[in-house]
């Protein structure tokens, strides 16, 4: 047998290079292997064409935990902007500030909509649905029927590709939780007249963010170069293919295989995966009870179809949500709106489309040619750009972007957390898809630096799982943690 890593980590995303990067700062061994033989990042990587850059699905670094902050400061010191926040809906025609004006909403709706708006919430919240289980249902209790159909039916089965009542409830109570319309409402007003206060609110109401300059992929070159330089471990293009455990040694034997085909073979004493569970699960030796639970997990795909074109009016949106059903795009970034550094030329236009799909469908199989083609019709349509101003364009695709909040998602992602807690004690599961959770990029981090200062303590003093569920946790969790293991008083909340 060669040499034993303590920590191998799957995945050079927020996640891996978050943990990668504490153990390495505590002195631990740690090896990151990346499948990707170019970007690390993973989605929140940088891409790149002929010096444009693109931002995979818009990454504002914004976190209620200083733990987190810290951190970006610690790795990034000197290249945030301070970004005003302004994103858009675009429904029938029309756009609507997001989040909402009260004034500009009810002009644009029309003052006998915004009755049947109001007269709808009011029903729901004389009438609602007990103990709801689906996306609808949620929303419907939260806003009322008629708001759903107008500002989250159309939009939320663009993304997913399947209807509102086949998603879990648990889907809005994790991304839109702690926004409701009476807070919407309050806070619309104040923003209409011009009386907006500076205390934060729900996390969906921000008004500015910070942004790395050149893109989010800057903040994760940076944290796998300063991880190595303190003695972590990187090597990019290895798709692990396998992950064997010997229960009597308690070792790992993990396989990956290089883009020439060469096969290398690693042993470690821990793993951490921020790797999709199911294709985690499928890699696992021996094989796992729970292989079926994760084999009926799902991913939705996406991509960008990148237009760049003329000089035009400048765009103010940082990305503009698109819930007209008249047309297949989903979202628009406006990619100088992020930083003006992102354009090459430093006035050309720069739009990114985003279509959802799974991977392997007409969308995702298309032809660029047929997918530009597509972009420049429908954002002709929407009126964000002219067709005839596009002067280039690119396709970005990106597979297993967002875990499934399908309404078997729950049982199955517990029977894993539980096998993987009895048969195999030193996996970890980290991040948004090694966790099969719909986590922001703070979230995925927060989960890799606890699952980090837990094996560097010998013993799950965090619970990774509480990330995103629990605020106080989520937010606070970590406080002292630091200055405790360097003084061995440790004494954060202990897994039950």
């Not at 699905?57 to 976190?63: A, M, N, V, Y």
């Amino acid at each position: 047998m060669g040499e034993i890593v303590e920590t191998i980590i799957i995945g050079a995303g927020p996640a891996g290079l978050t943990a990668g990067y504490t153990l390495a700062k505590h002195g631990r061994d740690a090896l990151v292997l990346e499948r990707d033989p170019t970007y690390v990042g993973g989605i929140s990587r940088t891409a790149s064409y002929k010096g444009f850059l693109f931002d995979i699905g818009g990454h504002r670094f914004f976190s209620k935990s200083k733990e987190i902050l810290d951190l970006w400061n610690e790795i990034l010191p000197d290249d945030f902007l301070e970004r005003p926040r302004l994103s858009r809906i675009y429904y029938r025609g029309k756009f609507y500030a997001y989040p909402l004006k009260a004034f500009e909403a009810l002009t644009n709706l029309g003052l006998f909509e915004s009755a049947l708006c109001m007269a709808s919430f009011a029903w729901a919240k004389a009438f609602p649905v007990k103990e709801p289980k689906t996306f609808h249902q949620w929303v419907r209790n939260q806003f009322g029927e008629r708001l759903f159909g107008i500002f989250f039916k159309t939009y939320t089965e663009k993304v997913w590709g399947m209807g509102c009542d086949d998603i879990s409830a648990d889907w809005a109570a994790q991304r839109i939780k702690g926004l409701s319309l009476g807070a919407a409402i309050i806070d619309g007003l104040r923003r209409s007249l011009g009386l907006r206060k500076a205390e934060a609110g729900a996390k969906t109401l921000i008004e500015s963010f910070r942004y790395p300059r050149r893109g989010p992929g800057m903040m994760w070159e940076a944290c796998a170069r300063k991880m190595q330089e303190m003695g972590g471990h990187l090597l990019m293009g290895r798709s692990v293919d396998q992950i064997h455990y010997d229960a009597t040694s308690r070792l790992w034997t993990v396989r990956a295989a290089r883009q020439n085909g060469a096969i290398e073979t690693f042993h470690a004493r821990h793993v951490m995966s921020s790797a999709p569970m199911r294709d985690l699960m499928n890699a696992i030796e021996p094989k796992p009870l729970s292989l079926f639970n994760a084999r009926d997990l799902k991913y939705r795909d996406f991509l960008t179809v990148v237009l760049i074109g003329r000089p035009q009016e400048e765009l103010p949106d940082n990305w503009v949500y698109i819930h007209d059903p008249s047309v297949k795009v989903g979202r628009v970034q406006n990619f100088k709106s992020w930083s003006p550094e992102m354009i090459a030329d430093g006035v050309s236009t720069c739009l990114g489309l985003e279509y959802f799909c799974f991977e392997g469908d007409g969308l995702w199989a298309a032809p660029d040619a047929e997918l530009i083609a597509l972009a420049k019709r429908e954002i002709g349509q929407i009126g964000l750009m002219e067709p005839d101003d596009v002067t280039d364009a690119c396709v970005v695709r990106q597979a297993k972007a967002y875990p499934v909040y399908d309404d078997a998602y729950a049982e199955n992602v517990e029977t894993i957390r539980r096998e993987i807690a009895a048969r195999f004690p030193t996996l970890h599961p980290i991040g948004r898809n090694g966790m099969h959770k719909y986590n922001n990029q703070d979230h995925a981090m927060m989960t890799g630096m606890l699952a980090a200062l837990n094996i560097i303590r010998g013993e799950e003093v965090f619970d990774i799982w509480r990330v995103n569920e629990d605020a106080e946790y989520s937010e606070a969790g970590v406080a002292g943690a630091e200055e405790a293991l360097a003084s061995e008083r440790l004494v954060p909340q202990k897994v039950a």
